[in-house]
């Protein structure tokens, strides 16, 4: 259900449905003195007063036959995940009690942004994150909407005036969406055609399709999508926020695999529907570069997204089969299975030679086995550059995402053959090695 949030300049107290007032632990609420709830203090007080000691955050409560009342706590040492947290937590109880018309008062906000300074940005911004739903192809859809009013005066200083929190959240919604898609509608063309659409934000979108990527002998990414009818495709996506300095600019590299059967070594039935989710990298690609031209930011960025469809057919890629990368490298596969790396070599090396980044950060669906070695909280972070995955790490903390760092080394050369043999005696892990020229 959407959440529409909508500034307003003032507002009779007779036409609110729901008074939204934030208020410190205990349900204290901020400057109610100066509301126009004030005359109903002694009321509200006696309310609290029978709630307390019970551990909640709303409290929910009939001011009249036809208003209501919810005071939501916020913590005594704020952050903006938790602002954040609080707000998504308020979409759900709203949602769950069937509240469809809230009013936030300007005096009482203002009261808690003292302590808060980002609490009405960030509590929206959690609101409008919890809110996403994709109902696209629902044959009966629900037209209920969240109306959510910030009442508030033209000269007040609560409005917020920068569109960082807008440029997050259609990134963020985006990405959602190209994740949501069925596999029968995204497949690689389509994913490309919504890719060009970005240019619109100011993005420089580049499509290479097959035949271009056979010039660039991309034979690694295209091995991988020959079993399919649908054609595979390259895409960049450039960002220069910065375009007196364009030599210090990031990569970001996305696993695009729109649907993913295993090709001829064919994955289990059970649960393949899920792969259509394995081009979720590529849509983190995507929705970054969005929200990155939204918001103007002040750097220079490259997203890179292989798109391809891993299917069996009479021209699929074969166990056995060796393809020759855009780097040059030689590469046995061994499990036609394995297909993301494959994608990933030819779109790493393209990015690296290309564009010359600082520093690439490549984000993947790549393994289940990831799940089974950290479970479904944390995700793997491997890098070569301690500082840079320090770097991504610390910033994962601050927005809730839970990382397990592990540090690669690069194996010497006279270790590869006695490596090749260690690795071999697991069967299925070995799935695709390079050939050492």
Request: glycine content about 8%; charged content about 25%; overall charge positive.
């Amino acid at each position: 259900m959407p959440a529409k949030i909508t500034y307003k300049k003032g507002a009779s107290d007779k036409f609110i449905k729901t008074f939204v007032l934030f208020a410190k632990e205990g349900f204290k609420v901020h400057a109610l003195d100066k509301t126009s709830l004030s005359n109903k203090a002694s009321f509200i007080g006696e309310i609290i007063k029978k709630n307390k000691g019970k551990n909640k955050n709303f409290l929910s409560f009939d001011l009249n036959s036809n208003q209501k009342i919810i005071l939501v706590t916020l913590s005594k040492k704020p952050t903006s995940l938790g602002n954040e947290k609080i707000g998504a937590e308020f979409y759900n109880f709203i949602k769950l009690n069937s509240l469809f018309n809230l009013s936030l008062i300007e005096k009482n906000i203002v009261e808690a942004k003292k302590n808060n300074p980002n609490i009405l940005e960030e509590f929206l911004h959690g609101i409008e994150l919890k809110s996403y739903e994709f109902n696209k192809y629902k044959t009966k859809k629900k037209d209920l909407i969240i109306n959510i009013n910030i009442l508030t005066n033209k000269k007040t200083s609560i409005l917020n005036k920068n569109n960082r929190y807008k440029a997050l959240v259609e990134g963020t919604n985006f990405a959602r969406d190209l994740v949501s898609e069925p596999p029968n509608i995204l497949t690689p063309k389509e994913y490309a055609n919504r890719l060009v659409k970005l240019r619109k934000h100011g993005l420089k979108v580049t499509v290479y399709n097959e035949s271009k990527l056979k010039k660039l002998k991309m034979f690694s990414l295209l091995g991988v999508g020959q079993g399919s009818v649908n054609e595979s495709y390259l895409v960049t996506i450039e960002w220069y926020g910065n375009k007196k300095n364009k030599s210090k600019q990031l990569s970001f590299v996305g696993k695009g695999v729109c649907f993913d059967t295993g090709g001829i070594s064919l994955k289990p039935a059970k649960f393949m529907e899920e792969m259509k989710y394995d081009m979720a990298g590529s849509a983190v690609v995507a929705g970054l570069l969005k929200t990155l031209a939204i918001r103007k930011c002040k750097i220079n960025a490259v997203g890179v997204v292989g798109l391809v469809e891993n299917m069996p057919g009479g021209n699929a890629q074969r166990p056995g089969d060796i393809v020759k990368s855009f780097s040059g490298k030689t590469i046995e596969v061994l499990n036609t299975d394995a297909e993301g790396r494959l994608v990933l070599a030819d779109a790493l090396s393209f990015a690296e030679k290309k564009f010359k980044p600082k520093s690439i950060i490549d984000l993947a669906t790549l393994t289940g086995a990831i799940i089974i070695s950290l479970g479904e909280e944390y995700a793997g972070l491997f890098s070569n550059n301690d500082d840079l995955s320090t770097k991504i790490f610390k910033a994962g903390e601050k927005v809730g995402v839970q990382d397990y760092f592990q540090t690669m080394t690069i194996c010497p050369q006279k270790y590869l053959k006695r490596a090749k043999k260690l690795v071999k005696k697991f069967g299925d892990c070995h799935y695709m090695k390079i050939m050492i020229n």
